[in-house]
């Protein structure tokens, strides 16, 4: 699986958006991009996940650039709640062969300030 | 819709022993993941179950062993404890065979004195 890259730490203002970069300049056609988060004392809780359009669900959305090289995992009202450690993750597919042991980083912490 | 659950939560062992930590899939799901998450490190892949057989191994040594029952149902078994086996160990529970998400527990955390 492809390795990713984020920014150890970011803060954000609670109500504005929180903006996560993660970099994958090496990832093949055949992979996926997800998110997970981990909150203190809590195991990772699944976000989102994304081949190459752009998805949204009611926690996050997910924009892969065109030359899916990196992706931006969007918080659109971040609340104090979603202080937590942020993880991308890229994964082979399961139609490419793909196993299912996911490769963790050690992601971004974000902080949400009052 | 009950999810992945884990037991015990809390563990504490002195070097030697051994332990089984215990793991119910997310319902709906076949295949179990075990990871081990040290300190302020991300979580590390140990194996994978299903259909009851080890179908995939991280680096880990041979101390750690694992099973799955025909429930769905996993436990990971860990001889010869080392003080640095201290860790939150996760399960995670997804169905084989599509690109949905693994679904995790909250995890057994294994203190060694």
């Known amino acids: 699986d492809a390795k990713t890259t984020q920014p150890p730490s970011m803060d954000c203002a609670e109500g504005r958006a929180a903006n996560l970069p993660c970099n994958h300049s090496?990832?093949?056609?055949?992979?996926?991009v997800y998110w997970y988060r981990q909150i203190h004392s809590q195991g990772p809780q699944y976000i989102i996940h994304?081949?190459?359009n752009n998805e949204t669900n009611e926690m996050a959305s997910l924009i892969i650039t065109e030359d899916r090289k990196s992706s931006t995992l969007i918080l659109p009202h971040a609340t104090l709640r979603d202080t937590a450690v942020y993880y991308c993750?890229?994964?082979?597919?399961?139609?490419?062969?793909?196993?299912?042991?996911?490769?963790f980083g050690k992601g971004t912490h974000l902080i949400i300030q009052p | 819709d009950a999810g992945v659950t884990q037991s015990p939560t809390h563990l504490i062992k002195t070097r030697g022993q051994q332990v089984t930590l215990r793991c119910s899939p997310k319902?709906?799901?076949?295949?179990v993941s075990w990871y081990q998450q040290a300190l302020g490190q991300g979580p590390q892949f140990i194996f994978q179950?299903?259909?009851?057989?080890?179908?995939q191994r991280g680096n880990f040594p041979d101390r750690f062993s694992g099973h799955q029952f025909p429930n769905y149902s996993s436990e990971l078994n860990v001889n010869a404890l080392l003080l640095g086996d201290s860790a939150l160990y996760l399960c995670?529970?997804?169905?084989?065979?599509?690109?949905?998400?693994?679904?995790f527990g909250d995890g057994t955390r294994l203190s060694i004195l």
């Open positions: 319902s709906g799901h076949d295949t």
């Open positions: 995670a529970s997804s169905q084989r065979g599509t690109n949905q998400p693994q679904h």
């Open positions: 090496t990832i093949s056609g055949n992979e996926y």
């Open positions: 993750i890229v994964r082979v597919g399961y139609s490419g062969g793909g196993a299912d042991g996911l490769t």
């Open positions: 179950y299903y259909e009851e057989e080890e179908r």
């Open positions: 994304g081949l190459k």
